[in-house]
């Protein structure tokens, strides 16, 4: 690459995970933010929204203003459906579209209608992203027009799982998922999603028949297996603002031990920067990767057995959806991985 920039545009900039992007962004070498867009607060700095983040950048604008021609990747942190949309004008430009919705996650349509309630609008578009969670399609991200990033759950779930069900350690069978995170996951219209008192002081089961995520989960465990993956999940709203801590109960195969487990992620992960597979037993939470782009893995075993506690701890709006989309960028560009997200 040459020392040039990558001009940026962020649509969806004044929602948390829009506002993590800035905050990495503006620090980020290799880029330069030409325009940061949302529908409404037009002509607002972004210190409004976020003291953290202290560069000079452009005011907010509305998106029909951006200039095209210039503009190597687009980062769009919007509600569902909107990249849909936005991707059907765009992607026949140069531009690369990063998408930290729902909209290319699923490779079926018909899926996406069942789990989020509306026809997709780009199917044909579908074929022109891949999903892209980090550590597992570092050798395809530049084939692809729209780079589709994983859901924050699915991410700390996957990263210890997908390992293990291809090399065939674990059972199929019998996979309980119990997933906490920090409230900004709900985004900024929390109190209309969640109408339970006390949301702010207390811990909260939702989603518990057919969570969106497990539509993600569904496309991406079945495909790491030959046999269909059986678990259940189970999502909790936390009354912490960000982390997200998932707890994985398996059972092994016959004659696979908890010590073949351990060494089998410590060996898949080895070149994997942004994750850390901690000793045997220990036991974690999210203090170490809030405000990164890490996952911190530990590897329990319980009194049965062939039974083992996996957790799985990130950052919901860092590894779990802005650090990841960058993460996604940096290797697309032939950048060192961590830059801009050390």
């Known amino acids: 690459m040459s020392a040039k920039k990558l001009n940026i545009v962020i649509a969806g900039a004044t929602g948390f995970v829009g506002l993590d992007l800035i905050k990495f962004l503006s620090n980020h070498p290799k880029v330069k933010i030409k325009y940061l867009c949302a529908q409404k607060n037009i002509g607002k700095k972004i210190q409004y929204f976020d003291k953290r983040i202290t560069k000079n950048l452009p005011k907010i604008s509305k998106l029909k203003s951006v200039d095209w021609a210039m503009i190597d990747i687009l980062f769009t942190a919007l509600p569902n459906g909107e990249s849909q949309i936005i991707s059907r004008t765009l992607v026949n430009k140069k531009l690369k579209i990063i998408d930290l919705s729902a909209d290319f996650r699923l490779s079926d349509s018909s899926v996406y209608k069942k789990f989020y309630g509306r026809e997709h609008m780009a199917k044909k578009l579908i074929n022109n992203s891949i999903y892209a969670l980090s550590e597992f399609s570092k050798n395809k991200l530049k084939k692809f027009k729209i780079i589709a990033c994983p859901g924050c759950y699915p991410t700390s779930i996957q990263l210890p799982l997908i390992p293990l069900l291809k090399k065939n350690l674990i059972s199929n069978k019998n ?168």
């Not at 398996?250 to 351990?262: A, D, M, N, S």
């Not at 039974?307 to 960028?329: F, H, P, R, Y």
């Open 175 to 342: 996979i309980i998922i119990d997933s906490k995170s920090g409230y900004s996951g709900a985004g900024k219209n929390l109190k209309k999603k969640f109408k339970h008192k006390n949301i702010f002081s207390s811990i909260h089961a939702y989603g518990t028949y057919k969570h969106r995520h497990i539509s993600e989960l569904d496309q991406e465990l079945n495909k790491a297996s030959n046999t269909k993956i059986n678990y259940v999940f189970i999502p909790h709203l936390i009354p912490t603002f960000r982390g997200m801590l998932s707890s994985i109960y398996l059972e092994l195969k016959p004659g696979v031990t908890v010590k073949k487990v351990f060494k089998e992620l410590k060996n898949f992960h080895k070149n994997n920067y942004f994750i850390k597979i901690n000793p045997l037993n220990k036991s974690i939470g999210t203090e170490n990767v809030l405000n990164t782009n890490f996952c911190e893995i530990s590897i329990c075993q319980l009194k049965e057995k062939r039974k083992i506690l996996i957790l799985s701890a990130i950052d919901n709006l860092v590894k779990g959806a802005a650090g990841q989309a960058i993460q996604n960028m940096n290797i697309m560009n032939n950048f060192k991985e961590n830059i801009g997200i050390k």
